[in-house]
């Protein structure tokens, strides 16, 4: 189970927190009650983030297209 802290430790110890988060991620708290998960990001999927920039730019292009026309109101 995840660590919580209330958010007031978390704004204070936010840098060291980073440095040794826990797997499972810690839950911060506010007046005792969960309000955010602070998790490691998956290392195997962090070189993910923005690969498509660029390249995904005109929804128009077909890309995705199975190439059978559909109607959404349908």
């Known amino acids: 189970m995840a660590k919580r802290i209330p958010i007031s430790e978390a704004r ?16 911060i708290t506010r007046h005792g009650n969960p309000v955010a998960k ?12 923005g690969a498509l920039k660029g390249i995904i730019t ?6 995705f297209s199975t190439g059978a026309a ?3 109101n349908s």
Do not use: C, K, Y
């Open 12 to 27: 204070e110890r936010l840098l060291s927190l980073v440095d040794d988060l826990p797997r499972d991620g810690v839950i």
């Open 70 to 72: 559909w109607d959404a």
């Open 38 to 49: 602070l998790m490691p990001v998956d290392t195997s999927t962090v070189d993910l983030i």
């Open 58 to 63: 005109d929804p128009e292009d077909g890309l």
